[in-house]
């Protein structure tokens, strides 16, 4: 079965520190790659995605992710942190073969301490 | 567009009742899902439609959750009887099939089940 891992279950930095969420998943074949973000009380939103070409992607709010296809991972980067991005972040696989159907990793909480 | 619909946004019910949740997919999109997210097991997906067709439930917990997608405008997941385990945060998300695209995600209906 596929999975997803996020093994940050719980991250606390203060404002201006640098971030990185690991992302690792155990499909063997060609994946579309997502991150989303949930802030407190509202929906999961797209912050970035991977389809395919430069394995650097780059997000809204600063994020940026790189997909490292040896190591199965998709770890989502942020050079320096605000309060604001206090939030729930999950890492998401689409494996190619499988239409539309999403793996979601179980999340990161991430908060920032101004 | 107005995104992903749900309703009820709130729904406190006792056990054994019926519950009605209710989704309207982004116009255009053809695929539907249905997530469940708790604490302890973070976001499942529960079942997917694509062209109003069931893809995979293999998701859904119990017989007690069915779910329909009558057109291609609205879906329904329905727990009858509820219990209180049933309890979380249920997500309706709507995306393109056939192609690389994410997914949507609705506000999504926070379920308590007294």
């Known amino acids: 079965a596929q999975s997803v891992s996020q093994h940050n279950h719980h991250v606390i930095l203060s404002e201006a520190a640098s971030l990185e969420l690991g992302c690792n998943y155990s499909y063997g074949g060609t994946v579309n790659l997502f991150w989303y973000v949930q802030y407190p009380g509202q929906h999961l939103q797209l912050l970035l995605k991977?389809?395919?070409?430069?394995?650097l992607v780059k997000g809204i709010k600063g994020f940026e992710a790189e997909f490292i296809k040896s190591k199965f991972s998709f770890n989502l980067r942020k050079p320096s942190v605000q309060w604001s991005d206090t939030a729930e972040y999950f890492c998401?696989?689409?494996?190619?073969?499988?239409?539309?159907?999403?793996?979601f990793g179980t999340g990161t909480s991430l908060t920032v301490i101004p | 567009d107005a995104g992903v619909i749900q309703s009820p946004r709130h729904e406190v019910t006792e056990m054994g009742q019926e519950v009605t949740l209710r989704c309207k997919p982004i116009s255009g999109h053809n695929s539907l899902f249905w997530y469940r997210q708790t604490m302890m097991r973070g976001l499942e997906l529960l079942i997917y439609f694509n062209n109003n067709v069931p893809i995979d439930d293999s998701g859904m917990p119990e017989d007690r959750f069915s779910a329909k997608m009558p057109n291609a405008s609205f879906s329904t997941l329905k727990i009858q009887p509820s219990e209180p385990r049933d309890s979380a945060v249920y997500f309706c998300?709507?995306?393109?099939?056939?192609?690389?695209?994410?997914?949507?995600f609705g506000p999504g209906t926070r379920l308590t089940v007294l």
């Open positions: 998300a709507s995306g393109i099939a056939g192609g690389v695209n994410e997914q949507f």
């Open positions: 998401a696989v689409n494996p190619w073969n499988t239409g539309n159907q999403f793996y």
């Open positions: 991977y389809f395919s070409g430069d394995p």
